[in-house]
């Protein structure tokens, strides 16, 4: 990173890399983890602003693809959703069709999660002959050109609240190509593409070019492998509600799911002191060490009298202000 | 005596063609008549009998006892014959009304018409007469059949003296002066009543499962390529013999040959039997228009049993195509018939009596083999007992397309019992007529009844009778087939199950995969459209535009798979 960076980042979450600076979620980082050791699908979920996606970023994603109970990693995949909004969506779309570059901006969830597999190479030849796409190919596609085997991933989705801006019909579909991707076996759909290609091969055998070959036939080596697929699903409470729709396809949904709370005080503390200890040139202020005294008067301000925790969105505002001011005495020093 | 009613027997005697005679030898005639009357003055007071009346010709008779009557007719006749005098004689028991030295009623009039009957040399008796007579005397009589007489509403039966030196009138004799039926006199309206109720008492029949339809080689034809549009029906019996006089050295026979006998001429000549059995396999869809649809027609009329006399599969295959549930069985000569399942209206039988081309040997096709059937038939293996027992449980049968001029009709009727029956109707096909003498023979022997109508307005008018009654047999349930769902659902914009189970049906083993191919494409056009219609990428009319051609494409394609793929 060239870039010099807050040791605070406010009220923006942290980002993926961020982890160094990123403290006092210890306890949350390594129960999600246990969770997802022990379950496929797990929902964290939390009030706005209490740090799910910098929980995500700066703490799950490094802690996941380092869990030292997993002998081979799993694949990681993170997805952020964002909403939609219909009439941006059709001021961006009007009269373009498909193909529309500006499509881009407004793409739905079902192409997100496709293209968070795919990457950076959407060409991938069409293996099976399906109608439509299947989450479960795709994956099972990424895993082998990423050559992770046992095939197994982790898709981590943030913002999960927003899928439910779409219109019914595609969190409908979106929540089918789910469960598909639950099915260790190959689901119905799949078989069924299988019986496709056969018929095909039989028909007209295709002509590939020999590296295409060579990944196709990697990949229909790998279709009876089974897939090992886990959710972390990422949304706010006041939203929780809305993962009801997708009972119908995932009646497991809140079997398992994690509150993420503000700071107790012992955490407030170590994401107030640790960041400015840190040592390093990457950071916009030098190194600095909060008093004792000065601690006290900050927690003491941001601790709610009640129950004695501190909101991590305050908790930031004031330190990255405290940053801000030691920036300054650091200028006026030199 | 004098004006009052007594029961007694009437005779009548007159001299046959008086006034012929009289016309060609007026000398003779005045000898004859003078004969004629002595011999009566003699014969009847000595057998306690009264001359009533002399009338130019003839004369009255009349008898306190029949045994009397029937003795003085025989002496009478015998001292006629012996004086070379042409006399008829014929009697009838009945009330009858003295009055001026003269006698009236029913009893005179049906004496009367019994002698009209006879021809010279006859001595002829009303059944009721030959009822009070019949275990008193020692002579012979033959039944004539049951006439229908002029004016007097009850059938009556007719017997003659057998005795060797008395004539018996011969039916085609009897016919001319028979004097009944006078058809001119029944108007148009009164005719259409009659063949009414006709047809109702049928189809009475048929309800109460009393009438069995027997179906005859007449009652299958093809339409004679010669005659184009017009469908000039080939019966089966002159396809063959047309058949058979093609092949070299065929011999010209008869005009009109039955079916036995010009299959057996066709099947004895080399590859003939080739041939039969080529023709034997007709379809259903090779024969005329008018066919198929008097098949569909009889194939809904509920009758429980229908027997036919053609032995191939033709009617079990009308019935199928119609969707009649029903059996199928055959007769065969050289087995066992197993008795079939119970028949009734809901699952009819179809019994080919002559055999079935599944068993080619059991077919009746030549005449040796009609021997052999008709030796089986009245011995050994007799029809099953199923049907027989609706054989003779039937009040009515109906032949459609029998030739009752060949000459195995007669012992086809005796094998079904025909003969016992309140009343049979039959009908001839248009271009086979019927010798007169047969349908006497056939109307008084065997009481068949033929109706004066073509088989096909038969054939229509009971079925319109019979869906008037609401009688008319249940088809089964067209099956649907999965190309008939697949465009209800394509119609009805369900476009993805059309598409799922269109998929299911190309994804079959040993199916073209340029099918499945286009569907892939139509498979992604839906998804996409789907997509683009939740998100109004498209104005309503846009999207609309391209539904229809998504849907055209899929119409397009269920019909160029439904010709290639069998569902």
Redesign the interface.
């Known amino acids: 990173m060239s870039a010099l960076r807050s040791r605070y980042p406010g009220l923006r979450p942290f980002d993926i890399g961020e982890q160094d600076n990123f403290f006092g979620r210890q306890e949350e980082i390594e129960a999600i983890c246990r969770l997802l050791d022990l379950d496929k699908l797990i929902v964290l979920h939390g009030p706005s602003g209490m740090g799910k996606s910098s929980l995500i970023n700066a703490g799950i994603l490094p802690a996941l693809s380092q869990m030292r109970r997993w002998e081979v990693p799993y694949h990681i995949v993170p997805i952020r959703f964002t909403n939609y909004d219909p009439e941006f969506a059709k001021a961006r779309f009007k009269g373009k069709g498909e193909g529309n570059p500006d499509a881009d901006l407004v793409k739905d969830p079902i192409d997100r999660f496709i293209s968070a597999c795919v990457g950076t190479n959407p060409e991938w030849p069409e293996v099976i002959p399906m109608p439509k796409e299947s989450f479960w190919i795709r994956t099972k596609q990424m895993l082998v050109e990423e050559g992770i085997r046992p095939l197994r991933v982790i898709f981590v989705l943030d913002q999960f609240e927003e899928l439910f801006t779409y219109p019914e019909p595609r969190v409908d579909e979106f929540a089918e190509q789910l469960e598909e991707l639950f099915h260790q076996v190959m689901p119905e759909s799949v078989r069924r593409g299988l019986e496709r290609k056969r018929i095909f091969d039989a028909d007209a055998p295709s002509v590939q070019e020999p590296e295409e070959d060579e990944k196709l036939s990697k990949f229909l080596e790998t279709i009876e492998e089974p897939l090992d697929v886990k959710i972390l699903i990422s949304m706010r409470s006041d939203k929780l509600h809305y993962l009801e729709r997708l009972k119908p396809f995932l009646p497991e949904m809140m079997l398992n799911s994690f509150e993420l709370r503000s700071f107790n005080p012992e955490q407030a503390r170590r994401a107030i002191v640790e960041p400015a200890l840190l040592e390093g040139s990457g950071y916009i202020s030098p190194q600095f060490q909060i008093e004792e005294s000065a601690l006290n008067e900050i927690m003491g301000f941001l601790e709610d009298k009640l129950t004695r925790r501190v909101d991590p969105s305050q908790l930031q505002i004031v330190c990255q202000h405290m940053e801000q001011r030691m920036i300054k005495k650091d200028v006026q020093r030199n | 005596m004098r004006d009052s009613r007594k029961l007694a027997t009437i005779v009548f005697a007159d001299i046959a063609g008086y006034s012929a005679m009289m016309q060609a030898d007026e000398e003779r005639a005045m000898v004859t008549i003078d004969q004629f009357e002595a011999i009566l003055e003699k014969e009847v007071p000595s057998n306690q009998g009264e001359i009533v009346q002399y009338f130019g010709d003839g004369a009255l008779l009349a008898f306190e006892s029949a045994t009397d009557a029937l003795q003085a007719s025989i002496a009478l006749q015998e001292a006629f014959l012996d004086a070379a005098v042409p006399v008829r004689i014929g009697m009838h028991l009945g009330d009858v009304l003295y009055k001026n030295n003269n006698v009236f009623g029913d009893g005179v009039n049906i004496a009367s018409r019994v002698e009209s009957l006879g021809i010279p040399g006859s001595v002829l008796l009303s059944k009721t007469v030959r009822d009070q007579v019949k275990n008193k005397v020692n002579f012979s009589l033959s039944s004539l059949g049951t006439f229908h007489f002029k004016n007097i509403t009850e059938k009556m039966e007719v017997f003659a003296v057998d005795n060797p030196r008395f004539a018996i009138p011969r039916p085609d004799q009897m016919r001319g002066k028979l004097e009944v039926p006078k058809k001119p006199q029944v108007s148009p309206a009164e005719k259409r009543e009659w063949e009414r109720y006709q047809m109702l008492e049928i189809m009475d029949a048929i309800e109460e499962g009393r009438c069995v339809l027997i179906m005859g080689h007449y009652a299958f034809s093809r339409p004679d390529p010669a005659s184009g549009a017009q469908e000039t029906e080939v019966f089966l019996p002159e396809i063959l013999q047309a058949e058979q006089q093609k092949l070299p050295g065929a011999y010209a026979e008869e005009e009109r040959p039955d079916f036995f006998t010009a299959a057996q001429s066709l099947i004895a000549k080399p590859g003939g039997k080739r041939k039969f059995m080529k023709l034997a396999d007709i379809k259903l869809n090779e024969l005329g228009k008018k066919q198929q649809e008097r098949f569909k027609l009889i194939s809904e009329i509920p009758f429980d049993l229908i027997l036919s006399t053609y032995p191939f599969d033709l009617l079990h295959e009308a019935f199928s195509s119609n969707r009649i549930t029903h059996q199928y069985d055959y007769y065969s000569y050289l087995h066992e018939s197993a008795d079939p399942e119970p028949f009734d209206a809901a699952e009819p039988l179809i019994y080919n009596l002559f055999g079935s081309t599944r068993h080619k040997e059991s077919m009746v096709i030549s005449l040796e083999r009609l021997y052999q059937f008709i030796f089986a038939v009245l011995g050994a293996r007799q029809l099953p007992k199923l049907i027989q027992d609706k054989v003779q449980q039937a009040t009515h049968l109906v032949f459609m397309g029998t030739s009752f001029d060949d000459w195995y009709m007669k012992l086809l009727l005796r094998v079904l019992k025909v003969h016992e029956k309140d009343i049979s109707y039959a009908h001839t096909p248009g271009s086979v007529g019927l010798r007169a003498y047969n349908q006497s023979f056939f109307e008084s022997n065997f009481h068949v009844t033929f109706l004066n109508k073509k088989i096909d307005s038969f054939v229509k008018e009971l079925y319109a009778s019979c869906m008037e009654e609401g009688i008319l047999r249940k088809k089964a349930p067209k099956p649907v087939t999965e190309y008939h769902t697949l465009r209800t659902l394509v119609s009805k914009y369900r476009l993805e199950e059309a ?1 799922d189970r269109m ?2 049906l ?2 079959k083993e040993n ?4 099918f ?2 286009e569907l ?1 494409d139509y ?2 056009a ?3 459209i ?2 683009w219609e ?5 104005s309503p009319e846009e999207l609309e535009e391209k539904w229809q051609t998504l849907r055209n494409n899929l119409f397009a394609l269920i019909d160029k798979v439904e010709t290639q793929v069998p569902a």
């Open positions: 598409l998929d299911s190309l994804l199916q073209p995969g340029r499945l191919r892939g498979y992604r839906f998804h996409k789907k997509e939740t998100y109004e990428r498209y």
